[in-house]
């Protein structure tokens, strides 16, 4: 290696360090200051708050006006030819949540769209899902005072405990843009690994499994680049040799 490469090397170590002997001196605190920043903060956080909650109450109006529009055929006045027309029209990108918001007012009783407003579409949509398993027998009441009372996130997971009889871990959904020449990679790898883990299995758990594994091979090669594509590690080693193949190889 070259004189010049070795220096640049450890000039970029030393300063990529996070260890040092003469740590900075802490900055004046400012106290004024500091509480106006941290009161803004916290003015922000509580205005995105309002905001959501004002968003939850339009979207539940919104919900109540397409059941209308629907029942009275009013996409006519625009001279469309059906109600699924008028929705591609006003949702381009995805129809869905407008059936969502419909659903909340065709399964939940009247009593429990009358405080549909003050508990908000999200925490409605999951009141739709026990009304509409629960049929007649569902009682609204005790669930409209759960939906009050308990933070969005808290709430579906007592509503998911309920309809299906254990409690479920809390979650989150990512989000993250791929190029559609790697969706066939993507969807053949989760495809075999619910083959291989059971197809009941979803495919958050799927991916989960992957990733793992995909770990796994590059610890046990100690932590070697070239290794972590060998098709020898513990998640593809238990495919049959042709599935293997298959389904990992390039």
């Known amino acids: 290696m070259p004189l010049w490469s070795a220096v ?31 009161t803004k903060i916290d003015e922000i956080l ?15 109006e919104l919900g109540r006006y397409l059941c209308e529009v629907r029942a009275g055929q009013y996409w006519r006045i625009e001279n469309l030819k059906s109600f699924d ?24 009783p009247p009593q429990a769209r009358k405080d549909l407003k003050e508990i908000g579409w999200t925490k409605g949509r999951e009141l739709a899902k026990l009304a509409r398993a629960e049929g007649q027998s569902f009682d609204c009441a005790p669930w409209v005072h759960k939906a009050r009372s308990m933070p969005r996130e808290e709430f ?16 989150e959904i990512i989000y993250f843009k791929i190029y559609k020449s790697q969706i066939p990679v993507i969807e053949q790898a989760l495809e075999t690994a619910a083959l291989m883990l059971g197809t009941d299995k979803s495919r958050g758990y799927c991916l989960e499994m992957i990733c793992a594994d995909f770990l796994a091979g590059a610890n046990l090669d100690s932590g070697n680049p070239e290794s972590c594509f060998s098709p020898s590690g513990s998640f593809s080693s238990s495919c049959p040799p042709s599935k293997s193949r298959h389904s990992w190889g390039r």
């Open 156 to 171: 579906a997971r007592e509503v998911e405990k309920e309809l299906t009889g254990r409690d479920s871990e809390p979650h």
């Open 46 to 60: 509580a205005w995105e708050q309002g905001r959501e909650a004002e968003r939850d109450t339009k979207f539940v």
């Open 85 to 108: 027309e008028f929705l591609e029209r006003r949702f381009p990108e995805s129809r869905r949540k407008a059936y969502y918001l419909m659903s909340i007012h065709e399964h939940l």
């Open 8 to 38: 640049r090397e450890t000039i970029l170590v030393c300063l990529t360090s996070l260890r040092t002997s003469n740590p900075p001196m802490l900055p004046k605190l400012n106290k004024k200051r500091a509480l106006f920043v941290l």
